[in-house]
């Protein structure tokens, strides 16, 4: 079956330190990926994207990777600071460009 | 500009009953979705329209209906409420089917009692 994969439990990291968060998937060959951020109570919001053809995307302390070789696509959050505290989530387009959704990972930043 | 509105923003519905979520979004976007959201879940696709007039069934439609009248609005309809349909549902649209970014309304946090 078709899955995406981000990690469930809770990612602690302190102020200043880099937060990585993995997406997996199988059985899927996206034309992209891509990653959102969602506060509680509130819809998500759309950070980044990166194509098939793409190793790499940056934007300000945000860069995100994707291999479509391991099917894994990470999502980096450099120099933490505690207002980056949310869930993040990814996103893929399948073949009809509807988005597939990870359940998401949520990112606590300690000061 | 206000972006994707949703009302209300929270109900409780007793199982059996109708219900009519309303969407509306002023960015002239021409495709939008509905989503519902559950815990441990990723987003579920209900339904989208690529277009005003055209509309289409995603992931979990069943329970569910959509109407798309205009550009600017999309309601979607529970007809007889059951409580599996206890859920947040989120609106979203974007410029294009398929285009890059979805913007996400408010959501609306539904109990089916």
């Known amino acids: 079956s078709q899955k995406i994969e981000q990690n469930s439990e809770a990612l602690n990291i302190q102020e200043g330190k880099t937060a990585t968060l993995t997406c997996n998937y199988t059985?899927?060959?996206?034309?992209?990926l891509q990653w959102y951020r969602q506060d509680p109570g509130r819809g998500p919001v759309f950070l980044l994207l990166i194509r098939e053809n793409e190793k790499e995307k940056r934007k300000e302390r945000l860069k995100v990777t994707f291999d479509t070789t391991l099917k894994q696509s990470l999502f980096h959050i450099t120099a933490s600071q505690p207002a980056d505290s949310a869930t993040y989530l990814c996103a893929l387009a399948d073949s009809n460009y509807q988005l597939i959704w990870g359940a998401g990972t949520k990112l606590i930043i300690k000061p | 500009t206000a972006g994707i509105t949703q009302a209300p923003t929270s109900q409780i519905l007793a199982a059996g009953r109708s219900m009519t979520l309303r969407c509306t979004q002023d960015?002239?976007?021409?495709?939008m979705y509905w989503y519902r959201q559950d815990l441990g879940l990723g987003l579920r696709l209900i339904h989208y329209?690529?277009?005003?007039?055209?509309?289409g069934k995603g992931e979990v439609p069943d329970g569910y209906s959509v109407s798309r009248a205009n550009t600017d609005d999309f309601p979607l309809t529970l007809a007889s409420a059951v409580p599996s349909q206890t859920s947040v549902y989120f609106c979203?649209?974007?410029?294009?089917?398929?285009?890059?970014?979805?913007?996400f309304g408010p959501g609306t946090r539904l109990t089916v009692l």
């Open positions: 960015m002239r976007h021409n495709a």
């Open positions: 059985n899927y060959s996206p034309a992209y």
């Open positions: 329209s690529n277009t005003a007039g055209t509309t």
């Open positions: 979203a649209s974007s410029e294009i089917h398929g285009s890059d970014t979805q913007y």
